[in-house]
Every structure is written in C-alpha cells, then in structure tokens.
C-alpha cells in the first residue's frame, strides 16, 4: 500500500486538494484490493479556510508527512510571504524539512511555490499555471520554469500547471507506479482522458471551435480505431472533408499538437497497453501499434519515456502471462 500525504494549506483550493484522494483511491489491483491510501492533513491538525466559502475539517497535523511515500502540495491562494517574499513561515518549514528522504514530492499549480521556496527545486525543471510562471521563474532563478507544459517530472519531484493539470499529474504517477492498465481504469471511473502527455500545451488560444466550423473530434475518434494502419495528413483530412491545410490548422487550435505528434502519442500509448497485457513479440507490438517495425518502435518509445521496449515490458510485467 503507498502511502500519499496531501497537505492542506490556508486557502487551499477545493478541486486541486481533492485531486490526490479522487485519483489514487481509483486505482485497484485485479482483486479489486486499494492500491494507495490517502491521507489529508494541515500543519496544526486544525481546519484549515479554503479558498471557496467555508473551512476544511482535517484530523492530522503535518507529522503525517515524515511517514508516508509520496507528499502532494496543491495550490492555495493565501500563500502570502510565499509568493511575495519567497519565503518559508517556520511551521511549514519544519514539516518539509521533516519528510524522508526518498520520498516522492508533488506539487499542483501554485503548490510550486512552496517546493521552490524550500530549496527543492534549485537546478531543477519545474512547471506552475502559466499565469505565475513568470514571477515563479523571477523569485526563484535557480529552478528552470517552464511555462508551456501540462507536467514536468523529475524523478523524486514532480510539478503541474494549474486545476485539471494535477489530473494528469496523479494518472501519471499512477501509471509509473503500476502501468497504463491500471491508469487507464482510473481515467475510465473518473470519466477523464486517459492519456495527455506532460509536455501537452497548458494554454491553447483557441481550444473550442467556432460552431460555425467543422470540429476534428470525430476524425480523431475514426483515427484511434485505426491506429494500426498506415495513416496520412490527406486521410485525416479527407475523412474531417477539409483541406490538408485547413485541417492541420483546426487541429491544432482543438488539440495544441500536430496530427502526426499526435497520431505518435496515441501509438506509444497503444504499445506500451501491448507491452503489458501480452506476451508478443515486439515486432508484433509494433506492427498492431502502426509503428510498423521494431526498430521504429524502440526509436518512438524511447523518445517518449527513455526506454526500450524490453525494459519497459520487465518493469511492468515482471511475471509474463499468455495473451
């Protein structure tokens, strides 16, 4: 059982704070058996005031933090000589300088403030909501800000923009932790997108489509069920009955990629699902994922998440079954 701490500060806000409980309490083992436990605290144990109208009740004090495995920090919109001065209150202090080493630290949009503030993210990359990215990167320069992506995860710390961004964030550690089988059963009971990769865009200028004009939604959706051919900017194109140039223009307005950036993403996410349900030979992934070959494969998935198709099926499958 992991154990993940959340750490409710004053003005702490609601939708974030619950993410962590929402997403990991999801995740089962085949038996049905809770994967993680989730625990909630504020620095005195006491209620804490939320950024909406009323206070959180929280039965732990920050001691919690110094046992558990995983610390998430979500947003607050009270941080105070945090954000003005960059400057850690001694109480909170205590408590991170409290937790294990090798404990894994999270931090949700504007809980990026706190991390950086308490040194964990000098020579680091970090993300935040594109909205304070910058004061972040000014207050704190020796940490590496960048504004543009939906994740940034650096081994033991890891940071997300702002609100549903910590979405992906938690699916994200859930799939370190356990495979795409099991996110992917999270997403569905959550009734969230699967799978948006960490250096998606944060801001799209124009995400919803003018209702005067055709949407790429149902091309996307013949697309995903046709991964394993040999797909072209033209058929996704003819299928949306656009221009090649038009459609390339409202897909990205819509979906903040290219057609092939994204084609790619959802075909890593295909074979990596093989690589852990089956006991297929990797050409034979990489055949049924549209990669074609092996060798495009290992390329593909090795630039999506730094391994080889062999060392990936061994982390997550380390028993093998039939298919």
Avoid: K
Avoid at 72 to 78: D, L
Avoid at 160 to 176: E, P, Q, Y
Avoid at 313 to 318: E, L, S, V
């Amino acid at each position: 059982m992991h154990r993940v701490g959340v750490l409710a500060l004053d003005g702490v806000v609601p939708f974030e704070l619950g993410i962590p409980g929402r997403i990991f309490n999801a995740a089962r083992d085949g038996e049905g058996n809770p994967l993680y436990s989730v625990t909630t605290c504020s620095l005195d144990g006491g209620p804490v005031r939320a950024e909406a109208d009323y206070d959180l009740a929280v039965s732990h004090d920050a001691s919690l933090l110094a046992t558990v495995d995983t610390v998430v920090v979500p947003p607050s919109h009270r941080l105070g000589p945090i954000r003005e001065e960059g400057r850690l209150p001694d109480p909170l202090r205590r408590a991170l300088a409290a937790i294990r080493p090798g404990t894994r630290i999270v931090a949700i949009c504007t809980g990026t403030y706190v991390l950086a503030a308490a040194g964990l993210l000098d020579g680091r990359p970090a993300t935040t909501h594109w909205r304070e990215a910058d004061r972040l990167q000014r207050m704190f320069t020796a940490t590496r800000i960048d504004p543009d992506v939906l994740y940034v995860d650096d081994g033991d710390v890891l940071t997300s923009a702002g609100v549903a961004a910590g979405i992906d964030l938690c699916l994200h550690l859930v799939r370190l932790d356990h495979g795409s089988h099991i996110a992917n059963e999270v997403a569905r009971s959550c009734v969230v997108p699967p799978w948006r990769d960490g250096g998606q865009a944060q801001y799209i200028q124009r995400p919803v489509p003018d209702p005067a004009v055709g949407s790429t939604a149902a091309t996307r959706a013949w697309a995903m069920q046709r991964l394993a051919e040999p797909l072209t900017l033209s058929d996704f194109a003819a299928h949306a009955a656009m221009s090649v140039r038009t459609f390339s223009r409202r897909f990205r307005d819509e979906v903040g990629s290219t057609p092939g950036q994204w084609l790619t993403r959802q075909r890593v996410d295909l074979a990596r699902h093989f690589l852990e349900t089956t006991d297929w030979p990797i050409d034979l992934v990489a055949h049924r994922a549209g990669f074609g070959t092996g060798t495009s494969l290992r390329q593909h998935l090795h630039t999506a998440i730094g391994v080889s198709p062999q060392a990936y099926r061994r982390t997550f499958r380390p028993q093998p079954t039939a298919a």
